[in-house]
């Protein structure tokens, strides 16, 4: 199978990486769902975004990954390579998993790893490492499609290892996923921070990393 990759991504410099969100707009339908939104986010940290349901959250990390145009202001990945985009340093982890269900979970991640192009960089996991570290290795040869719905989360999570990008934009990532898993994604979490990275993870439920800063987006609908 051939496969057009993405502009491969240099590692940053450890610690210069910073979000930069600066009165940030976003309109869906026509109604503004995010109201000059700023915040500002430095290498090695998390932040959390809560609110109601309808409050913008899901259209943050849209916007922020690219997926949706802003109707104002401005957002910046400050200090990473100068002609990559932003959307290519991060990893957008939607509600749906991203994965194939005909193809294994190996499969899956192969093709994820391959088409993200990584260059060899220490801080990308092998395949078999990250099953390992979301306890997937005994289903590693499955179809995806067969998977629990905690499994298939798991394996998705599993996506984000196997190449590295300094931005994680998870939404909602620990859906279906038991206590074990949890405190397992939180670890790696942890980890991805300690190696530089940023998190932007918008959750109804505690994410288990003590220092994240937070953020409430107001507004149910
Ligand atoms: N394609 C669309 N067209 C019109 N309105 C939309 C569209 N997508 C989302 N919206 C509206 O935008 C608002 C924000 O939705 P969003 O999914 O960002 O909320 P959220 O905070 O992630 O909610 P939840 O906690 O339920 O996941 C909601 O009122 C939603 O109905």
Redesign the pocket.
């Known amino acids: 199978m051939s496969i057009d990759v993405l502009q491969p991504v240099q590692p940053p410099v450890d610690g210069a990486l910073r979000l930069c969100v600066d009165n940030l707009s976003v309109l869906?339908?026509?109604?503004r769902?995010l109201d000059r939104v700023s915040f500002s986010l430095s290498a090695g940290r998390a932040l959390v975004v809560t609110?109601?349901?309808?409050?913008?959250?899901?259209?943050?990390l849209?916007a922020l990954a690219g997926l949706l145009p802003r109707a104002g202001g401005s957002i910046a990945l400050e200090g990473g390579p100068p002609d990559v985009e932003l959307p290519q340093q991060a990893h957008y982890l939607a509600?749906n998993d991203g994965l194939k269900s005909a193809l294994t979970i190996e499969e899956n991640l192969d093709f994820w790893a391959r088409y993200l192009a990584q260059e060899p960089d220490a801080r990308s996991h092998t395949i078999d490492a990250a099953l390992a570290i979301v306890g997937l290795g005994h289903v590693a040869a499955a179809p995806f499609g067969v998977l629990s719905a905690g499994q298939k989360r798991r394996a998705a999570l599993a996506r984000l290892l196997v190449a590295f990008r300094p931005l994680w934009l998870l939404?909602?990532p620990l859906t279906a996923l038991d206590r074990a898993s949890r405190e397992k994604f939180a670890v790696a979490m942890s980890d991805h921070c300690a190696q530089g990275g940023l998190i932007v993870a918008?959750t109804?439920e505690p994410l288990g990393l003590d220092e994240a800063a937070s953020l409430a987006?107001g507004g149910a609908?």
């Open positions: 869906r339908g026509g109604r769902v609110g109601p349901n309808g409050a913008g959250k899901s259209t943050l849209r509600h939404d909602e918008a109804h987006l609908s």
